[in-house]
Antibody, heavy 118, light 110 residues
């Protein structure tokens, strides 16, 4: 069974940084594109970023461009989200998720909570 | 501000049918496949429907999807109390170069 396990969340002050990690297993990681999706408390799903299997294609939602960086290490079956200049509105549960083609997301991690507060 | 619009809530009695509409535009639903996700409180979303009308293994055929123009619809027949959850549509937006989710719909079984 496909497994995605996020880590790295926590409490950080505004302007601070965090690096989220997602460890993938039970599938050929390099063949799949990956997403980060977040959900603020009591709110809906918001897509954050996408990276293709070879890292050739990378996309971000406008609100995080210039602040967040997605990357992956196919040798370690891991995808990362480096988050800098964090704001209160970045507070959310962050999910790592596997892409199924361009229009679907077929597996999700359990999520990791990021809280930006002083 | 989501580019895909859903009704905030729908409800029906057990055994009945509900439909959830997802309204978009040409760069997203109009020219791409649509997926649907089910989310229970405190848990990760789960893929329910992909490529407009396909069900992953293990998803009962009570769940169905369709698309017409720039709108998509999720149908749930034989409604059960265990179907009470939030449902989201999603697809790629070719103009934004971004994945977009619907605003979400809460299904309540009366």
């Amino acid at each position: 069974e496909v497994q995605l396990v996020e880590s790295g969340g926590g409490l950080v002050e505004p302007g601070g940084s965090l690096r989220l990690s997602c460890a993938a297993s039970e599938f050929t990681f390099s063949r799949y594109s990956m997403h980060w999706v977040r959900q603020a408390p009591g709110k809906g799903l918001e897509w954050v970023s996408y990276i293709s299997g070879s890292s050739s294609y990378i996309y971000y939602i406008d609100s995080v461009k210039g602040r967040f960086t997605i990357s992956r290490d196919n040798a370690k079956n891991s995808v990362f989200l480096q988050m800098n200049s964090l704001r209160a509105e970045d507070t959310a549960v962050y999910y790592c998720a596997r892409a199924r083609g361009a229009t679907s997301i077929d597996y999700w991690g359990q999520g990791t909570l990021v809280t930006v507060s002083s | 501000q989501s580019v895909l619009t859903q009704p905030p809530s729908v409800s029906a009695a057990p055994g009945q049918k509900v439909t959830i509409a997802c309204s978009g535009s040409s760069p997203n639903i109009g020219n791409n496949y649509v997926s649907w996700y089910q989310q229970f409180p405190g848990t990760a979303p789960k893929l329910l429907i992909y490529d407009i009308d396909k069900r992953p293994s293990g998803i009962p055929d009570r769940f169905s999807g369709s698309k017409s123009g720039t709108s998509a619809t999720l149908g749930i027949t034989g409604l059960q109390t265990g179907d009470e959850a939030d449902y989201y549509c999603g697809t790629w937006d070719s103009s934004l170069s971004a994945y977009v989710f619907g605003t979400g719909t809460k299904v309540t079984v009366l």
